[in-house]
């Protein structure tokens, strides 16, 4: 009786062959199931395009992950309701001034070093500095975008916005819901007054450019200057030289004299996040330099890592090199952020009118 | 004689009241007219008068798969909304007027609450319930959440025609021996029948162009149309907004209209 159970040798090599067969087909399952799936936020638009077409796929390969990109806002929001064991995205990219609020709520990291990201080694001190939580992976300058065809004086100076004949015809943004309008502000105190936080000073000029086109997004500006509409307005390079080329549009794009402000495009990881090696990861694949070069002569962003080569045509207008990189103004958004409700009520008291 | 008799004369206050409904009624109809106008304009930027006409934006928005997916899927939780909503807010509707319920007033304000509430805060809400519960964001999740927006419009559309229904008409059906089901499947559904579904319709609109609490609710890849076009709209504001609306507008216009083919909804403006 015990004889007829007892397992044989040939019975027991039988049924390690039937396991590993079985293993085999499970295989892919079980990897499937192993994939591990990287939470980022990301825009939308051209930069979108790419990220979805080239870029993203280029990690999942890479990796041998999966990407979930939300580019439905509002991102912080989302951020502060979900578990912080267990955010709701573990790269966050935002703008400079979201991620400022990010850290204050714990979360973001406060920074990024080489030691996680090895590329970061190579960005240019703003990217890093201590204006930045996290990482600027990209920067684009704030300053005057203006018609060509409309017989104005090209803007040298931020003051040339409040030149009368520009009444009715200038273009700025909702300072509250805008972080350009809220840039712009910050310049008119130093350009108007003792520096970027000089308020009253920026207020006061606030006030002499009425009357003023407000909108919301960079992409509706863009659009009152093609459609000219505004003729002057408060704009980022890259939403004035997108319209080279072949969408050649008369749009011309100035520094002024005082300085641009930096418009970063930061990365940063949420602490509680369970793949935070891949999120590290996929912050040093957007810093090297093939998939900066590529986002780069897309969307006309200045690339953060200093070893990045442009082509000519984008290498004469962006911030490519130590001296350009240097007129760049970054503000400090922890100081605005503390009062922002208060700059809020007294800038919507005077653009009401 | 006959002829000083049928002259009417001039009425101020009727053509004063006239003049006023042109007057909303152009109100109303200006916006789209606008939208029209730039989706059939060849410039990406709202530009008047139009420098021609091209249909590029319609094949742009038809093109873009992001757009596509979303409108599919708009349309499949509209339909799911439509569904629920008819049959939760008309249930609730009967038995808030036939219960005899104890604080029916209270019942009723608290089933017309979701209107009172900040779409956004509803949808803020829900999105911290459902990740608090671990059930992350699903596609039934964002259909109940519409849902619970939608329940209100059916209920109350459904509640005016059961408070002018002749309940005689059913103690009839009963005393000629109709069983409770057959009286309120032959007797009391089709009379209210024009109410529940003047509701539903409310109900699809709202879900379709629900964009406050899909805000939250929405994951990637699977985002309402809403949801897309205001993202769209931050970096690409061009014709394909406008076309898009317009394809809203005539998708919501064809829902309406099959219903009242189907239904007859004229019935409801009896109410």
Not at chain 1, 159 to 185: F, T, W
Not at chain 2, 75 to 90: H, R
Request: proline share 6%.
């Amino acid at each position: 009786m015990i004889s007829r159970h007892r397992v044989s040798r040939r019975t027991m090599l039988r049924a390690g062959a039937g396991l590993a067969a079985a293993a085999s087909f499970a295989a892919p399952a079980i990897l499937h199931a192993e994939t591990k799936t990287l939470k980022i936020t990301t825009w939308g638009g051209k930069w979108g395009d790419i990220m979805k077409a080239t870029v993203l796929p280029g990690f999942e390969k890479e990796h041998g992950c999966t990407v979930s990109a939300d580019q439905a806002f509002p991102y912080v929001p989302k951020l502060q309701v979900s578990p912080r064991n267990d955010p709701l995205y573990d790269v966050l990219h935002t703008n400079s001034n979201e991620q400022w609020l990010a850290v204050v709520d714990g979360l973001v990291m406060d920074k990024i070093t080489a030691k996680e990201v090895p590329n970061v080694a190579d960005v240019y001190p703003y990217a890093v500095s201590d204006k930045i939580v996290g990482v600027s992976i990209f920067t684009s300058a704030i300053g005057l975008g203006y018609r060509t065809d409309k017989g104005i004086t090209p803007p040298k100076s931020w003051k040339d916005l409040a030149d009368p004949k520009l009444a009715g015809a200038r273009g700025g943004y909702l300072i509250p819901v805008n972080s350009l309008g809220q840039c712009h502000l910050m310049m008119l105190g130093k350009v108007y007054g003792k520096g970027l936080q000089d308020l009253d000073a920026a207020y006061k000029a606030l006030e002499q450019l009425k009357p003023i086109k407000l909108v919301d997004f960079t992409g509706q500006m863009e659009k009152m200057l093609l459609s000219a509409e505004v003729v002057e307005g408060v704009i980022h390079d890259s939403g004035v030289y997108r319209y080279e080329g072949a969408n050649r549009q008369p749009v011309d794009f100035c520094s002024p004299s005082e300085g641009v402000m930096a418009l970063e495009q930061v990365l940063n990881v949420t602490p509680g996040s369970k793949v935070k090696e891949l999120a590290f990861a996929y912050i040093d694949y957007m810093l090297r330099p093939d998939v900066q070069k590529l986002l780069a002569e897309g969307v006309w962003y200045s690339p953060a890592n200093k070893k990045v080569k442009l082509e000519e045509k984008y290498d004469a207008k962006l911030l490519t090199t130590p001296q350009k990189v240097a007129t760049l103004i970054q503000p400090d958004w922890k100081w605005y952020n503390a009062r922002k409700d208060d700059i809020d009520a007294r800038v919507t008291k005077i653009l009401k009118g | 004689m006959s002829v000083a008799l049928n002259k009417r004369p001039f009425d101020l206050g009727k053509a004063a009241y006239l003049g006023l409904n042109l007057l909303l009624l152009a109100f109303l109809l200006v916006p789209i007219a606008i939208i029209l106008v730039f989706a059939l304009n060849p410039t990406p930027y709202i530009s008047f008068p139009p420098v021609g006409i091209t249909l590029h934006w319609f094949d742009k928005f038809f093109e873009t798969g992001d757009f596509m997916r979303s409108l599919w899927l708009s349309l499949w939780i509209a339909a799911c909304v439509l569904v629920l909503s008819v049959v939760i807010g008309g249930a609730c509707a009967l038995a808030l007027a036939r219960g005899h319920l104890p604080g029916q007033a209270f019942l009723t304000a608290f089933f017309m609450s979701p209107l009172m509430l900040p779409a956004i805060l509803t949808g803020l809400a829900l999105f911290q319930s459902y990740l608090l519960a671990g059930i992350g964001r699903p596609v039934w999740g964002l259909i109940m959440a519409h849902t619970l927006i939608a329940v209100p419009y059916v209920l109350r559309t459904t509640l005016a025609v059961l408070h002018n229904f002749d309940r005689r008409i059913e103690e009839a059906a009963s005393v000629l021996g109709a069983s409770p089901a057959r009286v309120f499947f032959e007797v009391t559904l089709p009379l209210i029948q024009p109410g529940v579904f003047a509701g539903g319709v409310f109900a699809f609109i709202v879900s379709f162009d629900q964009f406050p609490v899909s805000l939250f609710l929405v994951v990637p890849k699977g985002e309402t149309l809403p949801v897309v076009l205001f993202n769209y709209m931050k970096f690409d504001l061009d014709g394909a907004i406008a076309a898009a609306s317009m394809v809203s507008i005539l998708l919501a216009l064809a829902v309406v209209l099959t219903l009242e083919k189907l239904i007859g909804l004229k019935a409801y403006v009896k109410l």
